[in-house]
């Protein structure tokens, strides 16, 4: 497992290096262990009940009882929310089982409310792990469901192991992303029926505050199949190398993945936006 994960951090420092920040490199080696251990299941399961589906079934907040949901194959006391989650609320539909696909999907039929997130996404394993957060903040954490997440006794499944890797996973992108847009970030960009489209940089477009306003280049960035509109350092040495002493003054223009878009001057801080063809 410690060989495995090793290898696993030096792809992401090859990553990193590619994206020209060794300091990110570094901090997000860091994370990578850190994220290893992400909401590993306490060793002792004894401290919480295992429901069966169908014990999880009656506590829907039927005859003022109380409401319990799953998500997760953890099971949370949700009956202060009853005017949501009891009979009549507008997320009934979540109580009484583990519908965890349906917080992602949006389908809350019989086949939607279900637990099997075999086939999602990092990105929505994600969102799916963001509810549980909010569970975990505002409700009590009763136990466990026996179901695709963990067996009648509380060890975890397959499946669990599955989630995990998959949240490793779009984690440690959305750092790679949020990086990408520091030293990247993306141009500001408007149209009109009379004027057509313009692109431009201030020092805090695409939400990026900065200290320089920089020029709009297509950037190609690792995996995207299109460019984006990134506005780009033009002074001081590359994001690569920002220790040098020795650099053409250029800040990250000479980067191989930029290209200067047609009709627009080189040192422009904005340009006609391109049009379709």
């Known amino acids: 497992m410690k060989g495995q994960l090793f290898f696993f951090v030096a792809i992401i420092v090859c990553i990193c290096a590619y994206l020209y920040n060794p300091k990110f490199a570094r901090d997000l080696v860091k994370k ?22 169908d014990e999880l079934a009656t506590f829907k907040g039927e005859n003022n009882g109380k409401v319990y949901l799953g998500i ?31 917080y992602v999907t949006g389908n809350f039929d019989k086949e939607g409310l279900t637990d099997d997130i075999s086939d999602l996404k990092p990105s929505e394993i994600l969102a799916l792990q963001n509810w549980k957060s909010f569970y975990e903040k505002d409700y009590k954490l009763v136990g466990k469901v026996e179901g695709a997440f963990f067996d009648k006794i509380g060890r975890a499944l397959p499946l669990m192991e599955l989630y995990k890797k998959q949240l490793k996973k779009a984690l440690l992108e959305k750092d790679l992303i949020e990086n990408d847009k520091q030293l990247f970030p993306p141009c500001n960009s408007e149209w009109s029926q009379a004027n057509g489209g313009r692109i431009w940089c201030t020092t805090r477009s695409g ?42 003054d250029r800040g990250d223009l000479d980067n191989p993945n930029l290209s200067l878009y047609p009709n627009c001057d080189d040192m422009s801080e904005s340009c006609p936006l391109p049009e379709r063809s």
């Not at 994220?35 to 002792?44: K, L, R, T, V």
């Not at 006391?77 to 583990?98: I, L, N, S």
């Not at 960035?221 to 920002?242: I, M, N």
Request: charged content about 20%; glycine content about 12%.
């Open 72 to 102: 997760v194959g953890h099971v949370f006391d949700v009956t202060k929310g009853r005017k949501h989650y009891g009979p009549g609320g507008g997320y009934e539909f979540f109580a009484g089982v583990d519908a965890s696909k349906a």
């Open 207 to 248: 939400g990026i505050v900065r200290d320089w306003i920089g020029v709009p280049r297509m950037y190609y960035s690792a995996g995207s199949p299109q460019p984006r509109c990134a506005c780009v350092r033009t002074t001081g040495p590359p994001s690569h190398d920002l220790r040098s002493t020795n650099h053409k």
């Open 32 to 53: 990578v262990f850190t994220i290893s251990h992400y909401h590993e299941e306490a060793p002792n399961t004894n401290q919480y009940k295992i429901f069966t589906k």
